[in-house]
């Protein structure tokens, strides 16, 4: 895919900091360190434009990407940051809760959680107020598939399902945001 302007448009906590043109909004979701800065990256074919680290919580606001004026990626900070203060968690839950509630422009949630782990209580919670609460269509990324022998991803990716979706009514693939692409 090739996509000419891909900029930083809004930064957001409350609601009326969002984006008011209406435009679909895709939306990554998961907890921190998860990849979700890297999945926009390995997207949208850019190196640098959402921040990652290898530290978790580098995202701490909403971040509307604007894509040629079609769509935004929104790239949410990641709950479930064990050095982040009680405090600061509960206000991040608070903004993200907020912006699941009032965005109407949700076109797909993606959900992400890690290849090589079970889902976390955090995960959970997430995942089950996203299915209980949402009305956007939702799928779930295992990522960092790189980081486990390729022979191990289909099972792997069915035993998290099989934890969190056992109605499998949901779409769960492998992601790599290092090598694009499972
Ligand atoms: P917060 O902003 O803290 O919520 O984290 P995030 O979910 O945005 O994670 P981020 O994209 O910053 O990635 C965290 C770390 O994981 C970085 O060091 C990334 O390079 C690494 N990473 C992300 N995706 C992958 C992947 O698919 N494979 C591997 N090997 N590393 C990855
Ligand atoms: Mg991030």
Redesign the pocket.
Same mark, same amino acid.
């Given at each position: 895919m090739k996509f000419d302007k891909v900029e930083l448009a809004n930064v957001a906590i409350r609601t009326t900091q969002y984006p008011t043109d209406n435009k679909p909004e895709f939306l990554?979701l998961?907890?921190?360190?998860?990849? $979700?800065?890297?999945?926009i990256n390995s997207m949208l074919n850019r190196k640098k434009l959402?921040?990652?680290?290898?530290?978790? #919580?580098?995202?701490r606001l909403i971040n509307f990407y604007n894509v040629d004026d079609n769509f935004y990626f929104v790239?949410l900070? #990641?709950y479930g940051?064990s050095k982040m203060s009680k405090q600061e968690q509960a206000k991040v839950g608070s903004f993200i809760e907020e912006y699941l509630v009032n965005s109407k422009n949700i076109a797909l949630i993606i959900f992400?959680i890690d290849i090589r782990h079970d889902p976390t209580e955090n995960d959970r919670l997430m995942y089950n107020y996203i299915v209980n609460n949402s009305n956007s269509p939702c799928i779930i990324l295992a990522?960092?598939?790189? $980081?486990i022998a390729v022979t191990k991803v289909d099972a792997q990716v069915a035993n998290l399902q099989n934890q969190l979706n056992p109605l499998k009514d949901l779409l769960f693939l492998p992601?790599?945001?290092?090598?694009k692409i499972y």
């Amino acid at each position: 895919m090739k996509f000419d302007k891909v900029e930083l448009a809004n930064v957001a906590i409350r609601t009326t900091q969002y984006p008011t043109d209406n435009k679909p909004e895709f939306l990554m979701l998961g907890r921190s360190n998860v990849g $979700k800065s890297s999945f926009i990256n390995s997207m949208l074919n850019r190196k640098k434009l959402a921040r990652t680290s290898s530290e978790p #919580g580098k995202t701490r606001l909403i971040n509307f990407y604007n894509v040629d004026d079609n769509f935004y990626f929104v790239d949410l900070p #990641g709950y479930g940051y064990s050095k982040m203060s009680k405090q600061e968690q509960a206000k991040v839950g608070s903004f993200i809760e907020e912006y699941l509630v009032n965005s109407k422009n949700i076109a797909l949630i993606i959900f992400l959680i890690d290849i090589r782990h079970d889902p976390t209580e955090n995960d959970r919670l997430m995942y089950n107020y996203i299915v209980n609460n949402s009305n956007s269509p939702c799928i779930i990324l295992a990522n960092k598939a790189d $980081k486990i022998a390729v022979t191990k991803v289909d099972a792997q990716v069915a035993n998290l399902q099989n934890q969190l979706n056992p109605l499998k009514d949901l779409l769960f693939l492998p992601y790599s945001s290092e090598r694009k692409i499972y």
